[in-house]
């Protein structure tokens, strides 16, 4: 005769309770720092704290970190900052879960970064930004970036990360073959007589840059659309460091962590900004935000009374921990220091970055278009899929969708439709009358920058039309 064996059952509520109190104790403690120094005065950051997924629950929080390093003025590096974190939120669906949300990230990123551009550039602006955007949700780190501003990761254990690409076409050989395959040249400047000086650039327009957000007067080659990487850390922690160009140029990774280390997030930026003054000097607005991911300390038993006091956090981060300290068993059940890639994709092509392939197929909304969240009405989307502006109708299984304006857009930055225009030379020496289709040019303070050049002189009754630091090389 078989016994049943007794159950104890807990109520779903103490279920819960016990759920949101252990995913508070585990979720880390983030300390952050920031330094600049300004030179031109188009570097911008954004910081929010805390900020709720589900507003009121008191759990369900993650924290932004944005860094824009504008070109050409602020207006682009001001718009994003103000923008870029709504529009990203907006391409989430409401009702998901933690895992969910974290999972819709890489995705809604990508539209909220094509979304701040479309919108920016119908603002008639000619400035441009390239945008490091980072999201913590508990040990889960979200990079997305456009331009050449990085973000690296340290671990705990000392593993560096790097968690943003460079797209200077100077250094991205995938980038140069992309603007090439999709009809724009890639050169360095050509002073006349076959001499080349500078970085590599693209042309029309002459940016260094590959990706940004704005420069509407370069063309299509430039795109929107971000890198994405996420990763997730152990709780060992680890320190984040995003910074401008100003930085990197002067500053290797491993030189960036080494001069700071053992120092509070606050200190470890400043002393970072020093270090690039000293090795370059201020060539260029340098900004820096450092960010600890920590483990929650726990408060000591009241007996018996603690050795020691005070935290010495930071003596003990960021450096590899002796393996003679721990027992065989407690080995066995300690979490190992590694960080794990939960996602990354570098495409520039938007069909793929928001194809249905990824996870939550269904966090598009049937009739919403995918980029900028608008109402598209049955028969009018149009498959992201889709050939052509006038290819596609709106069918559930070729999902998601686009509005008709943003998949004007999506095919003007896959290479699909070039705009028309005269493809200018640059020439340093003044044109004869005779000369058809050549400009006179104002180089902009350095030619080693990232500026592009202004026209000053027209011939043959061409019609071109003065941008106030605005980029030449295209004129239609």
């Known amino acids: 005769m078989s016994t049943r064996s007794e159950h104890h059952t807990v109520p779903l509520s103490v279920l819960l309770k016990r759920e949101l109190a252990n995913e508070k104790i585990e979720r880390p403690e983030l300390i952050h720092g920031q330094a600049s120094q300004s030179k031109k005065g188009e570097d911008f950051t954004l910081i929010k704290t805390e900020c709720q997924r589900m507003v009121g629950d008191g759990v369900s929080t993650y924290s932004v970190f944005g860094l824009f390093d504008g070109h050409n003025g602020s207006a682009a590096a001001i718009y994003s900052k103000e923008n870029l974190l709504n529009n990203v939120l907006s391409a989430i669906p409401l009702d998901l879960n933690r895992d969910e949300w974290i999972a819709a990230l890489p995705r809604a990123l990508v539209a909220g970064f094509v979304k701040t551009d479309k919108d920016f550039q119908e603002r008639a602006q000619m400035s441009g930004t390239t945008v490091t955007f980072v999201i913590i949700e508990g040990w889960v780190v979200t990079v997305a970036s456009v331009g050449d501003s990085r973000c690296i990761l340290e671990a705990a254990e000392g593993g560096i990360y790097y968690l943003s690409a460079d797209h200077r076409l100077d250094c991205n050989e995938e980038e140069r073959s992309r603007i090439t395959a999709s009809g724009g040249e890639v050169g360095r400047l050509n002073t006349g007589g076959g001499a080349e000086i500078g970085p590599l650039r693209c042309w029309p327009g002459g940016l260094c840059l590959s990706r940004s957000i704005g420069d509407r007067d370069v063309g299509e080659y430039i795109v929107p659309v971000p890198y994405v990487k996420q990763v997730k850390l152990s709780t060992s922690g680890g320190r984040l460091i995003i910074s401008s160009d100003g930085v990197w140029d002067a500053l290797t990774a491993e030189a960036a962590l080494d001069c700071c280390r053992s120092m509070s997030a606050d200190a470890a930026a400043t002393q970072i900004v020093k270090e690039s003054l000293h090795a370059k000097g201020l060539r260029d607005d340098t900004t820096c935000i ?162 592009r050049f202004r026209v000053i002189k027209t011939v043959q009754n061409q019609t071109f039309t003065e941008k106030k630091g605005g980029y030449c090389g295209r004129i239609g």
């Open 290 to 451: 450092v960010i600890d991911i920590l483990p929650q300390e726990k408060p000591p038993a009241p007996l018996p009374p603690p050795k020691k006091q005070g935290k010495g956090v930071f003596k003990s981060m960021f450096r590899k921990k002796s393996t003679e300290s721990t027992s065989y068993v407690d080995k066995e059940y300690i979490e190992p220091d590694v960080v794990e890639e939960l996602f990354e994709e570098g495409s520039a092509m938007l069909s793929e970055r928001l194809d249905t392939k990824y996870p939550l197929c269904n966090m598009f909304r049937l009739f919403t278009c995918a980029v900028c969240q608008v109402e598209v009405k049955p028969g009018e989307g149009i498959s992201i899929h889709a050939g052509s502006c006038n290819a596609g109708k709106l069918r559930p299984w070729d999902g998601p969708f686009l509005c008709l304006s943003c998949q004007e857009k999506k095919e003007a930055m896959e290479g699909k439709r070039h705009s028309a225009g005269i493809v200018v030379e640059v020439n340093s020496q003044q044109p004869s009358t005779e000369d058809s289709g050549y400009t006179m040019l104002a180089f902009s303070e350095d030619l080693f920058s990232d500026f």
